[in-house]
């Protein structure tokens, strides 16, 4: 119940395309959805995360939907460029308080876009 | 930008060894964690730190793991007795509150011999 499903493992994209990757979770109690941005040899950083009181989170050419009934939030990436070429994981966590709310992961997706 | 620093960067230790990881969060971060990454694999979730205290753990992190904050600045993670199965790539993030978001190092890299 505590896994974030990922989906696909990984993507092509042609430069300038749109870029979707897909997760779904199970525990309802999760309430923060952050995805990440990995590049080789770095660790994830921050990319745009959202709350599940509002259904799409935009910023710049990132956008999160959000879905609660069906428990799948994604990832859309528009005019995918060459430099976003990495690996993206969703996560999830919920809030408690306290101590730190720990991140549970997907399996992440790697993208590659193509020129 | 203030960042997570992580030292060393890549750590070689033979097996049942000690070793310590290293981390430098953000100064003005109160939540601390450790994450690890088996190659290819999907970030997993180790420990989570607060005011002097593990808040919660993992399965992973049993007894051959601790973590300290020694001093104002470092939070280590030591692995007491090293197995092959520890190797991985380990990750420190920091965040100001347990609410997120959680600011991740650029990890070390483990490889047990």
């Known amino acids: 119940q505590q896994q974030v499903k990922q989906s696909p493992q990984s993507l092509i994209v042609q430069k300038g395309g749109i870029s979707i990757i897909n997760c779904a979770y199970e525990?309802?109690?999760?309430?923060?959805f952050p995805w990440y941005q990995q590049f080789p040899g770095k660790g994830p950083a921050l990319l745009i995360a959202?709350?599940?009181?509002?259904s799409e989170k935009k910023e710049g050419r990132f956008t999160i939907s959000f879905n609660k009934s069906a428990k799948q939030f994604s990832l859309h990436i528009m005019d995918s460029q060459p430099g976003d070429s990495a690996t993206y994981f969703c996560?999830?966590?919920?809030?408690?308080?306290?101590?730190?709310?720990?991140?549970?992961f997907g399996t992440g997706t790697q993208l590659k876009v193509e020129l | 930008e203030p960042e997570v620093t992580q030292t060393p960067s890549h750590q070689v230790t033979q097996m049942g060894q000690e070793v310590i990881l290293r981390c430098v969060p953000i100064?003005?971060?109160?939540?601390f964690y450790w994450y690890r990454q088996i190659l290819g694999q999907k970030v997993e979730f180790l420990v989570s730190?607060?005011?002097?205290?593990?808040?919660?753990k993992s399965e992973i992190f049993d007894d051959q793991f601790s973590v300290e904050r020694p001093d104002g600045s470092n939070f280590t993670l030591k692995i007491r007795s090293t197995k092959l199965e520890d190797s991985a790539m380990y990750f420190c993030?920091?965040?100001?509150?347990?609410?997120?978001?959680?600011?991740f190092g650029d990890g070390t890299r483990l490889s047990i011999l």
């Open positions: 993030a920091s965040s100001t509150r347990g609410i997120q978001p959680q600011h």
């Open positions: 525990n309802t109690a999760f309430d923060y």
């Open positions: 959202i709350r599940p009181d509002v």
């Open positions: 996560a999830a966590s919920m809030g408690i308080t306290g101590g730190g709310n720990k991140l549970t």
């Open positions: 100064s003005n971060h109160l939540y």
């Open positions: 730190f607060y005011n002097n205290e593990i808040s919660e």
